[in-house]
Every structure is written in C-alpha cells, then in structure tokens.
C-alpha cells in the first residue's frame, strides 16, 4: 500500500490571497447577471474556498456579443500575424512571472502537485503561447493549378467566435490546448472553465488584458455545464465550439450543433487507453512506465493506461515488481513536495472511483495493491491495482477516471492487438518493447490517435493528438490545432491572353 503524507505538512508555501471570482466579460470583471454565485472546493479537505459568480444564459449572451463585436469590428483578427504573436508572446512572460500564483491555484482548486505545476504545467502553458505565437504569421494559403483560363487560390480565415468548455483535470493546459491556436488564428472566444477548477482561468483572464489583448477577444463565463456550457454549445452566433471531457456530454454537445447552427466542433472524449508489454521489456522500467500511465495526476487524464497488458513470460515477474513499486507513490497534500497523488477533484470523483473499486471486487477482481481510501479528510484514495480481470468487466470496459489500473496478460502478438483494440474509445496506447518488427506492427494496428512506443505521455507542441471512435475528433497541439480556427476560402479570377494556365 502506498504511505499518506501528513496533510499539515511541513510545507512552508503559503496559498495567495484569491483575486478573481467574478466573470470577465468585454475586458471588465462583473457578478453574473443573476447575482448568483456558487462554491469552489478545495479536495484536500472538502471545504469551502471561495465562492465564485455563477454565469447562465444571460451572462453567455453577454459575452458572445463581447466577442462577435471583437471579431466584426476589432483588431484583433485585422491585425498582422506578427502583431498578434507580440501580444501573445507578452502573455507567455506575464504567465512565467505569475508560475508559483497560478501552480498554486491549480493545487488549491483541483488537487495538482503544486511542484509539478511550478516546474512543468505552467510554463509548457508558457511554451504553448510561444509555438502558437510563432505561426501566427505563417498562416497560408495556396496558389491552384487551375485546368483552365482561371486563376485560383486559397486564403485561410479565421473562424470567428469560439467557444471553448475547459475540463477540470488540466485547467491550465486546456485553456490554452484551446485559446492559444485560435488566438494565434485571429480567433476571438468565450472560455467556460469546469465548475470544479474556475479560478486559475479567471487569474488568465486578468493577464490577458494586462498582455494588451482587446477587450472581448477573451471571455470567461464561470458556471455550470447544463447552463453556462449548454447556452455556449447552442448559442446561434457561436461560430465553432471546442470540448474535452466526457462522452456523454460530447453527445449533448453535438447535438446541440446540429439543432442550433450547424456550427463546428472539436471533441476531445473518454479513453480506455492500453499498454502493452511484451516478454522483451525490461520489467524494472516497464512497471515505472505502467504506474506512471495511470497514477500521474491521480489518474485524472484521458489517455490514462489503465488497462495494461503483459505477455505470459513476463507477467508474474511484472506483477511482484509492480507491487512493491507501488509503494512508492505517495498520497498526500498537493503542497507537499513528498506526494505524488493529491486528491482527487471532488467528492463525486471520489464516490465514483470508490464505486467502480467495489464494482471490480464484486465481479471477481483481485486486489494486488490499493482499493481504499487514503487518510481521514479530503478526497485521496490509494494506488489501486486489480489483477484477474476479465475484459467484460466494468473495471476494465468503463473510464474511471482514477488511480485504478486493470492488470492483464496475453500470450501473442495478435491477441495483444485484439485486446488494444477491444474498446469504444480511441485516444491512446503505449508499446513496451526493444523490437522494433513488433512496434512497427502494433502501432500501426491499434485504432487510436496516439501511440508511445516505450515511453508514456510524451506531450509536445508540435505533435498533435486526438481520438479515434468515440473518444472523440479533431487534435490538440502542433499545426493540426492552429488549422481547426480557419476556414479555407477559395478565390478564383479569369485570366485573359495568358500564355500559360
């Protein structure tokens, strides 16, 4: 069983003072029309930290005619290319000077390391503002071989007013996996951050002014998903709407498209992403590599490996490694520079994962490590791993969304292709090998949007990533994101008494 740090921990970081709780709406903070406000919950104890304006309809309204206004008349989409990665490059040093505040509300608010969060979540947002400001000047379009006395070419457009519906797990990440690319575009947006995590995306809102980006070209409507959310997803003046969380609500999404405007979407969806590892791994290396697949961010993340098959020869070696490997994950306070799980994100989290857990014993699951909670406060729960799984199971079929792995094995090759690919979602899949016949082979078959070949949750900005079936369509990251915020516009013109086409 992994060890819980003290949640009063010797810690000498002190969390800041809270700034923004209000909506950002036309370059101003203001309540929410309504007045209302709602509660934001700090996982490690489940108190109360701050409440925060609660935005519906009238408050999405407000701010999409904030951005339609911005893009119809502003400069923000006149401007050059260059102008506007200045800008964006200016918010990128604005984010570096603020990493400790903003990693500190991402502790706070979602139960992030708060050291993970100084040293890699906030300055790859950083980092992400700087790729994105540097192909805001590079967005072309194509002179056409037309077949006949016409010439053709294309211009790339932005899109117009996006709206982006942040997820809870990565709030600062997905705020600009999102905002950045369609700013770089000429794109203007209303941000709807998760209810559970709104308040590093209103400390962004504040810099982005500070930044000189024109009023309007950022929104952030604090709020629910069935209002806030639901009013972006069918506003008829919302041009193209971006998503990353559930299935389930992905369908709602689409839907609400379809029955409004028609209007664009991108998907980023549920995962039930493998490993598999095969009897070549080093198996030392290997376990590493499958607790850090569904343990890092307390298992908070979509392309999670928590089903992890291995080949016979080495499995029941695996499995011992993995076990004693497991203790070294530490469950504790997010400030605590000794954990490596916070909690998790809030209460219905926590019962759902606790739900499947029990869900897995009662279907015949063996607990090899984990299963209950970690501490007497908060929302913490122990590295869990089953083994004796059987694919059928809820365990092993349903995204958990927690520290909770599947342990499997299998015998060949085919059988471990068979078995990546015995899942509705597509978004991930990691390969443990030193053959490169078998990765070749095995990357290519499996029907997901990304594969790691020994190696896992290897992110970067200039590689795209996205789902295959149901987890979802359209990329994040690299040109593929930039290119979602345009248009393709094709202008074609006679030519007369040319002596070529």
Same mark, same amino acid.
Request: aromatic share 10%.
């Given at each position: 069983?992994?060890?819980?740090?003290?949640?009063?921990?010797?810690?000498?970081?002190?969390?800041?003072?809270? $700034?923004?709780?209000?909506?950002?709406?036309?370059?101003?903070?203001?309540?929410?029309?309504?007045?209302?406000?709602?509660?934001?919950?700090?996982?490690?104890?489940?108190?109360?930290?701050?409440?925060?304006?609660?935005?519906?309809?009238?408050?999405?309204?407000?701010?999409?005619?904030?951005?339609?206004?911005?893009?119809?008349?502003?400069?923000?989409?006149?401007?050059?290319?260059?102008?506007?990665?200045?800008?964006?490059?200016?918010?990128?040093?604005?984010?570096?000077?603020?990493?400790?505040?903003?990693?500190?509300?991402?502790?706070? %608010?979602?139960?992030?390391?708060?050291?993970?969060?100084?040293?890699?979540?906030?300055?790859?947002?950083?980092?992400?503002?700087?790729?994105?400001?540097?192909?805001?000047?590079?967005?072309?379009?194509?002179?056409?071989?037309?077949?006949?006395?016409?010439?053709?070419?294309?211009?790339?457009?932005?899109?117009?007013?996006?709206?982006?519906?942040?997820?809870?797990?990565?709030?600062?990440?997905?705020?600009?996996?999102?905002?950045?690319?369609?700013?770089?575009?000429?794109?203007?947006?209303?941000?709807?951050?998760?209810?559970?995590?709104?308040?590093?995306?209103?400390?962004?809102?504040?810099?982005?002014?500070?930044?000189?980006?024109?009023?309007?070209?950022?929104?952030?409507?604090?709020?629910?998903?069935?209002?806030?959310?639901?009013?972006?997803?069918?506003?008829?003046?919302?041009?193209?709407?971006?998503?990353?969380?559930?299935?389930?609500?992905?369908?709602?999404?689409?839907?609400?498209?379809?029955?409004?405007?028609?209007?664009?979407?991108?998907?980023?969806?549920?995962?039930?992403?493998?490993?598999?590892?095969?009897?070549?791994? %080093?198996?030392?290396?290997?376990?590493?590599?499958?607790?850090?697949?569904?343990?890092?961010?307390?298992?908070?993340?979509?392309?999670?490996?928590?089903?992890?098959?291995?080949?016979?020869?080495?499995?029941?070696?695996?499995?011992?490694?993995? $076990?004693?490997?497991?203790?070294?994950?530490?469950?504790?306070?997010?400030?605590?520079?000794?954990?490596?799980?916070?909690?998790?994100?809030?209460?219905?989290?926590?019962?759902?994962?606790?739900?499947?857990?029990?869900?897995?014993?009662?279907?015949?699951?063996?607990?090899?490590?984990?299963?209950?909670?970690?501490?007497?406060?908060?929302?913490?729960?122990?590295?869990?791993?089953?083994?004796?799984? $059987?694919?059928?199971?809820?365990?092993?079929?349903?995204?958990?969304?927690?520290?909770?792995?599947?342990?499997?094995?299998? $015998?060949?090759?085919?059988?471990?292709?068979?078995?990546?690919?015995?899942?509705?979602?597509?978004?991930?899949?990691?390969?443990?090998?030193?053959?490169?016949?078998?990765?070749?082979?095995?990357?290519?078959?499996?029907?997901?949007?990304?594969?790691?070949?020994?190696?896992?949750?290897?992110?970067?900005?200039?590689?795209?990533?996205?789902?295959?079936?149901?987890?979802?369509?359209?990329?994040?990251?690299?040109?593929?994101?930039?290119?979602?915020?345009?248009?393709?516009?094709?202008?074609?013109?006679?030519?007369?008494?040319?002596?070529?086409?």
């Amino acid at each position: 069983m992994a060890s819980h740090s003290n949640e009063n921990s010797d810690s000498p970081f002190k969390v800041p003072t809270i $700034k923004f709780t209000k909506l950002f709406i036309n370059g101003e903070f203001v309540d929410a029309v309504s007045g209302k406000t709602f509660e934001t919950i700090d996982p490690r104890t489940g108190e109360v930290i701050t409440r925060v304006a609660e935005g519906d309809k009238e408050d999405v309204d407000l701010a999409v005619k904030a951005a339609r206004r911005a893009f119809d008349e502003g400069p923000w989409p006149r401007m050059s290319g260059a102008a506007r990665g200045s800008i964006m490059l200016k918010y990128a040093d604005l984010i570096n000077e603020h990493i400790e505040d903003l990693a500190a509300l991402d502790a706070l %608010d979602a139960g992030k390391l708060f050291n993970w969060g100084k040293a890699v979540d906030i300055p790859n947002v950083a980092n992400l503002l700087r790729y994105y400001a540097g192909a805001a000047d590079k967005i072309h379009g194509e002179v056409l071989k037309m077949s006949r006395e016409l010439h053709g070419y294309t211009l790339r457009e932005p899109i117009g007013v996006v709206g982006n519906i942040i997820p809870w797990n990565f709030p600062s990440t997905m705020f600009f996996m999102m905002s950045a690319p369609a700013l770089a575009a000429g794109c203007t947006m209303i941000v709807k951050p998760a209810e559970q995590t709104p308040l590093s995306a209103l400390f962004y809102a504040d810099l982005a002014k500070q930044a000189g980006l024109p009023d309007g070209v950022i929104n952030v409507v604090t709020g629910y998903g069935p209002t806030a959310g639901a009013a972006i997803a069918s506003h008829m003046d919302v041009d193209k709407v971006c998503f990353t969380g559930s299935t389930e609500v992905g369908r709602k999404i689409m839907q609400a498209a379809a029955t409004s405007n028609l209007k664009q979407i991108s998907l980023e969806l549920g995962g039930k992403s493998p490993l598999l590892i095969f009897d070549d791994a %080093d198996v030392d290396k290997a376990a590493d590599l499958a607790l850090l697949g569904i343990l890092y961010n307390k298992g908070e993340i979509c392309v999670a490996s928590s089903r992890v098959f291995v080949q016979e020869g080495i499995f029941d070696e695996f499995e011992k490694k993995l $076990k004693e490997k497991a203790k070294d994950w530490v469950v504790g306070d997010p400030f605590d520079p000794r954990s490596r799980l916070g909690p998790q994100v809030d209460k219905r989290q926590f019962d759902k994962i606790l739900s499947y857990i029990e869900h897995g014993k009662r279907e015949g699951a063996s607990l090899l490590t984990g299963g209950k909670p970690a501490g007497n406060k908060g929302y913490f729960i122990e590295p869990t791993v089953f083994t004796d799984v $059987k694919e059928n199971m809820k365990i092993a079929t349903d995204e958990i969304f927690g520290p909770v792995m599947s342990l499997m094995k299998f $015998k060949t090759i085919d059988e471990a292709i068979t078995k990546a690919n015995n899942t509705k979602y597509g978004l991930a899949a990691g390969i443990v090998t030193k053959n490169i016949d078998i990765a070749n082979t095995v990357s290519r078959s499996i029907r997901a949007g990304t594969i790691w070949i020994n190696c896992y949750f290897a992110f970067d900005c200039d590689c795209s990533y996205g789902g295959y079936k149901m987890s979802g369509f359209g990329r994040h990251l690299g040109l593929e994101a930039l290119h979602k915020f345009l248009q393709v516009k094709s202008i074609v013109t006679p030519i007369y008494n040319s002596p070529w086409l």
